[in-house]
């Protein structure tokens, strides 16, 4: 057990202090610590049934495959005191708090907060996978999350295994895919991108995807049960063909009022993971493919007019809107809709990126704005701004063709069609 001034020596050299307790777990205790530079770092000191050589080799080995991305709260050093051993990781700010507590409603964040996290988990876990790595024991115990931007921190990475080692551990039982339940099979990639799903619906709607009618009927929830919902009989709560899983009014509460309110293209990648992918594992959705959804749900995002309320507009539905908290109707702004299912909200702070406007393109890719909803300098009216590098090619309704360089603008009249080169896009009211 730590105690705090101990002094550790680390694999790379360094002195490190140990500081106050901050939580204790299954595996170990994290404590605060210092560098001999001054700086803050945190430590993860394993309980004596964990101070083995195989978990030791799997950090050692961590620590030289360095983080695959900033959102991983990663082992950076391996520290020792005696025969024992723990490590060094970036010490968590204060403004990220545990999922629990948003989903608790101890904290409160927005609809665009929730979806930002949703992104970044599924861009830390494409990362992780991209290195060969996979998480093993995702769960709604080791995200953490920054109420205000939306930003997340993975924790407890010393979970992470490779097909070259075998894992630590099997899973959190309420997270696990259905196959490691059953015991068929051990963590890997693909059950992986199951624990994920389970956790984005978690994040999302605010309940499980599989505890409806079935898990309300069992008064004793032990091991027999839980293997039975999550294992040897999963049926997804909005499964389309089987409704004897639905959740139970008065006991599932959130689930019901967030899957209506989310757009189509989200819903149907859930209803895929939870149906053809409960059974078949390369059913499952790619990363992509959650990415595109969930830029998809981000674009659709419109503030209710009376109350600021954030809502979203769908492609079947796109006219007036009632918003779910004030119940007040409101039309949205216009829509810049590519094809027959890209639907992007012209909010006056919109900004469109290259995943926008082109026909395959990476929504975590990043990059500079190429084009912002922007005020006329005289005029009560709003357009659509070139910050790109490429000229564009608009068709106003009633005007001869006009190209739009970089810098000019074109208005948001609706049914003005725009070429941006790779894609055409049109204003709708």
């Given at each position: ?23 204790t777990?299954?595996?170990g ?9 001054g ?5 993860k ?15 050692t ?14 082992p ?19 403004s990220?708090?545990g ?13 665009s ?5 949703a ?22 115990g ?16 010393d ?32 059950t ?5 799903a ?5 994040l ?24 039975r ?21 008065g ?45 998809a ?40 809709v ?11 702070t ?48 009633g005007?001869a ?29």
């Amino acid at each position: 057990m730590l105690k705090p001034d101990d002094k550790l020596d680390s694999s790379m050299g360094n002195t490190v202090t140990i500081g106050k307790l901050l939580g204790t777990g299954g595996q170990g205790t994290v404590h605060e610590a210092r560098l001999a530079d001054g700086s803050q770092v945190a430590v993860k000191w394993f309980h004596p049934a964990s101070q083995r050589r195989e978990v030791r080799e799997s950090i050692t080995a961590l620590v030289e495959e360095k983080a695959p991305s900033a959102h991983f709260l990663w082992p950076d050093d391996i520290v020792t005191k005696g025969h024992e051993f723990g490590y060094v990781m970036r010490l968590r700010p204060p403004s990220f708090v545990g999922l629990p507590m948003v989903l608790g409603r101890k904290v409160g964040i927005r609809f665009s907060e929730l979806v930002q996290a949703a992104s970044q988990t599924v861009s830390a876990f494409k990362a992780l996978q991209a290195k060969g790595l996979f998480y093993c024991d995702i769960s709604d115990g080791n995200l953490f999350i920054d109420p205000k931007t939306g930003e997340v921190l993975i924790c407890d990475n010393d979970n992470v295994a490779s097909s070259r080692a075998k894992p630590q551990v099997l899973g959190t039982a309420r997270f696990m895919a259905p196959e490691i339940v059953r015991q068929e099979k051990k963590p890997s990639a693909l059950t992986d991108s199951f624990s994920m799903a389970v956790l984005l619906f978690l994040l999302l709607m605010n309940d499980h995807p599989l505890q409806g009618k079935a898990e309300a009927q069992i008064h004793v929830f032990d091991e027999a049960a839980m293997r039975r919902i999550y294992g040897t009989h999963p049926v997804f709560i909005f499964d389309p063909s089987d409704s004897s899983n639905r959740p139970v009014p008065g006991v599932h509460l959130n689930a019901p009022v967030f899957w209506k309110l989310y757009p189509e293209v989200l819903r149907t990648v859930f209803v895929r993971v939870f149906t053809e992918g409960i059974n078949d594992p390369g059913r499952r959705p790619s990363f992509g493919e959650w990415q595109s959804a969930l830029t998809a749900v981000a674009d659709a995002m419109v503030e209710c007019a009376s109350c600021k309320g954030q809502n979203f507009v769908c492609v079947t539905r796109p006219h007036e809107i009632v918003c779910w908290r004030c119940r007040q109707r409101f039309r949205s702004p216009v829509r810049l809709v590519i094809g027959r299912s890209r639907l992007i909200v012209l909010n006056r702070t919109t900004k469109l990126y290259a995943h926008h406007l082109t026909k395959i393109g990476d929504p975590a890719a990043g990059g500079p704005a190429c084009a912002e909803v922007t005020q006329h300098p005289t005029k009560s009216i709003l357009g659509l701004r070139n910050t790109s590098r490429t000229q564009w090619l608009a068709q106003v309704p009633g005007k001869a063709h006009q190209t739009v360089a970089p810098g000019q603008s074109v208005s948001l009249t609706p049914g003005t069609k725009i070429h941006f080169g790779e894609v055409e896009g049109t204003i709708e009211a």
